[in-house]
């Protein structure tokens, strides 16, 4: 019985692991995109804040 809880505890973490990753992916892709744009029109400032931010995510 105790392999039960386990094993339902070790698939809430691979759940949990694998919808954080997708959200980190799906951010990461709208800010390559907002990158591009602030590229696109020449916004500097735009571009930088993004850049920073895009950075900060892919420490983790």
């Known amino acids: 019985m105790e ?5 339902h505890v070790m ?3 691979f759940a949990e ?3 954080d990753e ?4 799906h951010k990461e892709q709208k800010l390559n ?7 696109r029109d ?3 400032q735009a571009f930088i804040k993004l ?5 900060e ?4």
């Open 3 to 7: 392999t039960l809880g386990y094993n």
């Open 11 to 13: 698939l809430a973490l």
């Open 17 to 19: 692991m694998t919808l």
């Open 22 to 25: 997708a959200l980190r992916k």
């Open 33 to 39: 995109a907002a990158i591009d744009n602030a590229l």
């Open 42 to 44: 020449r916004d500097k």
């Open 51 to 55: 850049t920073d931010e895009l950075r």
């Open 57 to 60: 995510l892919r420490k983790y």
